[in-house]
């Protein structure tokens, strides 16, 4: 059995970054890995830029009254040279006049009058006072960002900035989701006894289209193996084929030799990891991959957060890092019997006093997907440890948004 970093190592060597390249409108490139470097096509600022509402002046000039030769307001060019003893009343925004070396914000004057009077300046001003100069942020030709970025909103207003549309991006994976296991059905059917409604399949969609991904959903697989296999075939047209149960150790557990008959070498089975021990990961000869998942919902949601996030980043030429992951001090004691494997509990995590605290949600095994509506993390207990004291530091990472 391998360990949680062994599993990373081999997925991150698997996963081959995709050379395929869209070009998408920037107001839908939020998310995207960028495919190609973005230099500056302008100067930014473009002019010698007003960062206050005031008085553009000659900054040798001092205290004392001044005429006002000119309004600028932002979007407006200068038409008016300055000279010592002039002023133009200027906005936030605009364009320096010629001449002038300085603002003196209004607060610091007798308050603005019309053109052709006169200004009270009460303060001596000092040369770039008040100016945001003309590509002070970036020069025209200067790298704005790298190939490989992922796209955020800082990211789209140094794209908006600099005219960069359409965005050139790496083509996100399509995948695939698969549950298996005559006990499920779809959950607009009432389950009869002996049956439960499929939880995974629609957990998985919604994990996905969290990192921007709207998969392919192929149903439910009966425990047969050519049932099996035909949805494994329709699944294998995708990039990433994500399956649901049938990879433990069970007489009617067929998925992994339904894999190897569609094309996929299985290059890890097991990992010691709990929840999501039977984690099972292939890749095929033409660059499609595959995870075999357990059936109990908080083991899916666990594993795809710690693996399969990360490989879909790997597809889209990104560096992966997952989830904000924090130093937290645990609010409950922790106990286990064993500690053979490395175990991630749902807890809440909490912003308190200056740090972050790990609070207890009420979580009876990887079979009770309820724990997770209360949870909003996850922490880390290494292998060896069976006991944490309440009031301990321990990792933790955020699996959800917002809270």
């Known amino acids: 059995m391998i360990t949680v970093e062994q599993a990373r190592e081999i997925i991150a060597g698997a996963v081959k970054p995709t050379s395929a390249v ?18 500056s096509d302008v100067d930014i600022p473009p002019f010698n830029r007003v960062t206050m509402d005031g008085y553009a002046i000659v900054s040798s000039d001092g205290p004392g009254k001044y005429e006002v030769c000119e309004y600028v307001p932002a979007g407006a060019f200068p038409k008016v040279a300055l000279t010592a003893g002039k002023v133009s009343r200027v906005m936030t925004g605009a364009p320096l006049p010629e001449g002038a070396d300085a603002v003196i914000q209004v607060e610091k004057t007798g308050g603005f009058v019309e053109v052709g009077k006169m200004a009270q300046i009460l303060e001596k001003s000092a040369s770039g006072l008040n100016v945001a100069k003309m590509g002070e942020d ?10 490989g970025t992922r796209l955020e909103f800082p990211e789209i207003s140094a794209l908006a900035a600099v ?36 939880s995974n399949q629609y957990s998985l969609a919604a994990q996905l289209k969290a990192v921007g991904i709207t998969p392919s959903l192929l149903g439910i697989a009966k425990d047969e193996r050519d049932d099996l296999a035909q949805k494994m075939a329709e699944g294998k047209k995708h990039d990433f084929l994500l399956i649901s149960g049938g990879v433990s150790e069970g007489d009617r557990d067929y998925v992994p030799e339904a894999l190897d008959k569609a094309g996929y070498k299985i290059l890890f089975r097991n990992v010691r990891v709990r929840p999501g021990k039977p984690l099972t990961f292939g890749a095929a000869d033409d ?22 996030r990360n490989a879909l980043a790997l597809f889209e030429g990104d560096t992966p890092a997952g989830r904000l992951q924090v130093e ?21 995590l909490v912003w308190r006093d200056g740090g972050f605290i790990a609070e207890k949600v009420r979580y009876q095994g990887s079979g009770h997907f309820h724990a997770l509506t209360a949870a909003n993390g996850l922490i880390k207990v290494p292998v060896g440890v069976t006991e944490i004291a309440g009031g301990s530091k321990v990792e933790a990472r955020f699996i959800r948004e917002g809270r």
């Open 22 to 39: 869209e070009n998408v409108p920037l107001s839908q490139a939020a998310g995207r890995v960028l495919a190609a470097p973005v230099l």
């Open 138 to 147: 970036l020069r025209k030709g200067d790298l704005v960002l790298p190939a």
């Open 163 to 198: 005219g960069a549309e359409p965005v050139p991006v790496f083509r996100l994976p399509s995948v695939a989701v698969l549950a298996t296991g005559d006990e499920l059905v779809p959950p607009s059917v009432k389950p009869q006894p002996g049956k439960i409604r499929d």
């Open 287 to 308: 660059g499609k991959y595959v995870f075999g998942l357990p059936g109990n919902p908080v083991s899916t949601a666990v594993i795809f957060e710690l693996f399969i």
């Open 328 to 348: 937290t001090t645990l609010f409950f004691n922790f106990k286990r019997k064993k500690g053979e494997r490395e175990e991630y509990v749902p807890v809440n």
